[in-house]
C-alpha cells in the first residue's frame, strides 16, 4: 500500500490506503464483487470500487461505482472519484 501511496503521489498525507487481504472489511461493508463477469477475469472476490468519507469511526458518505451492467465500475466510475466525494462531504 506504500508504492502504491508514493506512486500516486499522496505518501504522507491525509490519504490513506489500506489492504483488506482477507476480505473482512469488504464482507462487513457489504462490498464483495462476486459477479461472474469480473470474477472470470479477476478469479477471487474483490471489492467493489468506492470511496468512503468517515469521522471518528463513523461512516458519512458510502459512494459505490457500480450498475446493473458494469459492476465493477469501470465503464463509469464517477460515484468514487474525489469530485463528487468533495461535492458529498
Not at 50 to 76: H, M, Q, R
Request: aromatic share 4%; hydrophobic share 45%.
Amino acid at each position: 500500500m506504500k508504492a502504491w501511496a508514493a506512486d500516486q503521489g499522496v505518501e504522507g498525507s491525509m490519504i490513506t490506503f489500506l489492504a483488506d487481504t482477507r476480505c473482512e472489511l469488504t464482507e462487513a461493508l457489504k462490498l464483495v464483487l462476486d459477479h461472474p463477469g469480473p470474477m472470470s477475469v479477476l478469479g477471487n472476490a474483490r471489492c467493489k470500487r468506492f470511496a468512503l468519507y468517515a469521522v471518528d469511526g463513523v461512516i458519512k458518505v458510502l459512494n459505490v461505482s457500480e450498475a446493473p451492467d458494469d459492476p465493477a465500475g469501470d465503464t463509469d466510475p464517477s460515484k468514487s472519484l474525489v469530485e463528487n466525494m468533495l461535492n458529498s462531504i
